[in-house]
């Protein structure tokens, strides 16, 4: 392999995890595509590639709607709320948001991607994400030009509401995810009634390997009952460890609880409040931050 050819595709490894990351939510998945467009990449020649960009971008998308039929049959079976793999902006870590995925990768706007059909994801990811023009999208998803001009026209429409609206402060931020920590492991709820929006919402994914709420919480009070009930069976209290960090460009925490599970917790807040908590708990999701782990002395 030339070295210009490795350099050529090292120069588009970021965009190309970023695109499968947003197309499958999922780190292993998306590593696993771009090590197999690194193999068609090897059987080319570079010199007869006009715009290796769109080659490649071309190729991930392919692999990536090859992935999602069956991703989406599993889906179908999925114990409880489904949640994207939490991505970490974390030094210990080889694969962070800003290093290999890139910004605006927040839990609402992948839930959302998550509700438009493969084609309409792969059209809004390709020209609004990564601003390929219509006639490379049309290549890559072999459609026509006001094909996919549509595909993209509907995709914005229903995501549009899912963009983040709000930047608090790094103070706010800090003082609401400590402030619900320790609210939501002691069982104070009145504390917690001053944290949450009065809509918020909590999602937690423990896809039937770890309990978790089999569906969203609605409402702060009945987020308030929910773990009032945890703290009333005992399954709460203080963590073996944690660590503060950034999740899918939210405020959070990864942590290991007190009953060994390990988990990540991201928070959406708007207005000086909570109106919304990831939480993932299932292991598999889990399994590219254990590198973090071991640079604990916890693997």
């Not at 999922?26 to 068609?40: G, H, P």
């Not at 694969?95 to 493969?118: H, I, K, Q, W, Y």
């Not at 990864?254 to 959406?268: C, N, P, R, Y």
Request: net charge neutral; aromatic share 6%; proline share 6%.
């Amino acid at each position: 392999m030339p070295a210009d050819s490795l350099q050529i595709f090292e120069q588009q490894r970021r965009r190309l995890t970023g695109l499968a990351y947003r197309m499958l939510g999922a780190v292993s998945d998306a590593e696993d595509v771009v090590q197999d467009a690194w193999l068609r990449w090897q059987r080319v020649e570079p010199t007869e590639i006009a715009n290796p960009q769109a080659w490649l971008s071309t190729v991930v998308t392919r692999l990536c709607l090859d992935r999602l039929k069956e991703a989406r049959r599993r889906r179908e079976t999925y114990v409880g709320a489904w949640l994207p793999e939490p991505l970490l902006e974390d030094p210990e870590l080889a694969m962070t948001p800003e290093a290999e995925v890139g910004r605006d990768v927040s839990f609402a706007l992948m839930l959302a991607l998550e509700r438009l059909s493969p084609l309409e994801r792969a059209a809004f990811i390709l020209h609004d994400v990564f601003e390929l023009d219509f006639a490379e999208v049309a290549a890559a998803l072999e459609r026509s030009e006001a094909a996919c001009r549509q595909l993209a026209s509907r995709a914005r429409g229903r995501l549009r509401a899912e963009r983040p609206r709000f930047t608090p402060s790094s103070e706010e931020r800090a003082f609401l995810v400590q402030a619900f920590l320790e609210a939501s492991r002691s069982g104070d709820t009145q504390r917690l009634q001053g944290l949450l929006s009065e809509g918020a919402v909590l999602h937690s994914d423990g896809g039937g390997r770890k309990p978790a709420a089999l569906n969203p919480i609605l409402g702060r009070e009945k987020i308030c009952r929910f773990f009032a009930g945890l703290d009333r069976k005992g399954k709460t209290g203080p963590p073996r460890w944690t660590r503060r960090t950034t999740i899918n460009g939210l405020p959070g925490c990864v942590s290991v609880e007190a009953d060994g599970t390990l988990q990540t917790s991201a928070f959406e807040i708007a207005n000086g409040r909570i109106v919304a908590i990831y939480t993932v708990r299932n292991p598999d999701k889990l399994t590219h931050l254990l590198p973090l782990l071991e640079a604990e002395g916890l693997g």
